[in-house]
C-alpha cells in the first residue's frame, strides 16, 4: 500500500544524505536484497582479490591491505554462520558487505571499494557463481548419464518395441532406449563448457562500464587470481555482454531438461496399462485420493513439466536485454530471478532423475507380450536385399505384399 512521505530513516552507504521514499525503495530492490544471499562468498572473493591487487599497486598499504582481508574473511565466516543478513536498505550484497567491513574497521572499511563499482562487482559475483555452478553440473550430468548405463548394464537385453508416430515401427531394447539418452545427456556437456567460455572473462575493474581513468589497476592480477581466461576488453564490453553467459547457462540447462523431459514422457506412457513395460518402485509412486487401485508417475510428469518451466525462464532471460542501448541499465537486476529459478529447477530435477532411474524396472514378458510381430517387417526387407540381390524398392514391396496377405 502507498504512504505518501514514508522516507528511509536509516542511512544507505549509497544514499548522497538524501532519503528513499519507502515505496521506491521496496520497488527498485525488489527481491536482490533475498536472492543475494547466494553471491556473497563469491563477491568477498573477488573483493579479497581486488584488495591484494590494490596493495601491489601501492593504493593501500600492507598493513591496511591486511586490515581488510582479515576483515572480509571474517565477514564471509560470520554470514555463513548466519550472523548476519543483506537487509531491504542494502539492497545488496556488495552494500552490505562494505557496509559490515565499515561498521568493524571503521573509515578502512570504504577503502575497498577503490576503482570498483558495484556494476563490475555483481557481474564479477554472477560470473564467479556460474562456474561454479557449471561445475557441479557437469558432475550432475554424468551422475544421471551413468543412472541411464546402469540400466542397459543390468536390463539392456530386453527387447522392446521402438515406436515412431507413436506407432510400434522397429525392434528396438533397453540398451538403445537408455543410450539414446545418456548420449544426449552428454552432448550437452558442450553447451555447459560453451557458457563456461562466457563467464571466463573477468569484468572486474571495468566499474560502471567504462573503466577507472586516472587509476592505474592491474586487472590481469585479479583475473589470474579469480581463476578467469583473462581480462574482459574493452571495458565498455563488460555491461554489453550481461546476459550472454547467463543466457547460455540458461539454455544449456533448458535442453537438458528437455531431454529429461522427453525420457519422463516415454516413462509415464511405457508404465501405463495400456503398455505396462515398466513398472515403477512404489517408492518413487504416489497414491490417489478417491481410486485405492491406482500408482501415479507423479516424479516423471514433474519432471516433464520442469522442462517446460524451463523454457520460460530462459525466455526471460533473453528477451530483458534485447533492445537496450549500450551501458548499464537497472533492467540488469531482473535477471537474477530467472537464472536463478533455472539454475535450482535444473539442480533439483537432475538430482531426482538420478535417483528415480534407479527405481524403474523394465518387463520382458510385458513388452514380447504386446510386441506387433510386423516390426522386424524391414529387416525382413534388408535380408531379401542380402540374399537375393533385390533393390530395398523391391523388397520393400514383397514384404508389404507378404504382410497384407
Known sequence: MRHDGDAVSSPRLWGQGKST??????????????????????????????????????????????GLLDGLAQVGLDHEAGGWQISLDQEDCH??????????????????????SRNDQVLTAIRLY????????????????????????????????GYTHLQQAMPSSVALWAGGFASNLRSNLALLRAADDLASLCPLGSAAGYGTPGLSLDR??????????????????????????????AFALTQILHDLGRMAADVCLFASQEFGIIRLDDSISTGSSIMPQKRNPDVFELIRAHGSQATADLIAILTLTEKLT????RDYQLMKEPLFRVIDRAHLVLDVAAYALGKITFDAA???????????????AFELVQNEGLSFRA??????????T
Open 21 to 66: 521514499d519507502q515505496q521506491i525503495l521496496e520497488f527498485t530492490v525488489g527481491h536482490d536484497y533475498l536472492l543475494d544471499q547466494r553471491l556473497v562468498a563469491h563477491d568477498i572473493r573477488a573483493s579479497r582479490a581486488h584488495v591484494r591487487m590494490l596493495a601491489a599497486k601501492g593504493l593501500l598499504t600492507s598493513e591496511e591491505a591486511q
Open 395 to 404: 523388397a520393400y514391396h514383397r514384404v508389404a505384399q507378404e504382410l497384407s
Open 366 to 380: 510385458r513388452a514380447k507380450a504386446i510386441t506387433d510381430p510386423s516390426i522386424h517387417a524391414a529387416t525382413r
Open 326 to 329: 549500450s551501458g548499464y541499465h
Open 130 to 161: 556460474l562456474r561454479a555452478e557449471i561445475e557441479q553440473f557437469t558432475a550432475q550430468l554424468e551422475q544421471v548419464a551413468v543412472a541411464f548405463d546402469k540400466l542397459t548394464a543390468t536390463s539392456g537385453e530386453i527387447s522392446i518395441p
Open 95 to 116: 552494500t552490505a558487505i562494505e557496509a559490515q567491513l565499515t561498521a568493524r574497521l571503521g573509515d578502512l572499511g570504504g577503502k575497498v571499494h577503490l576503482g570498483r
Open 220 to 249: 590481469d592480477r585479479t583475473s589470474e587470481e579469480l581463476g578467469f581466461a583473462a581480462p574482459q576488453q574493452p571495458v565498455t564490453a563488460c555491461q554489453t555482454s550481461r546476459g550472454k553467459a547467463e543466457s547460455a547457462l
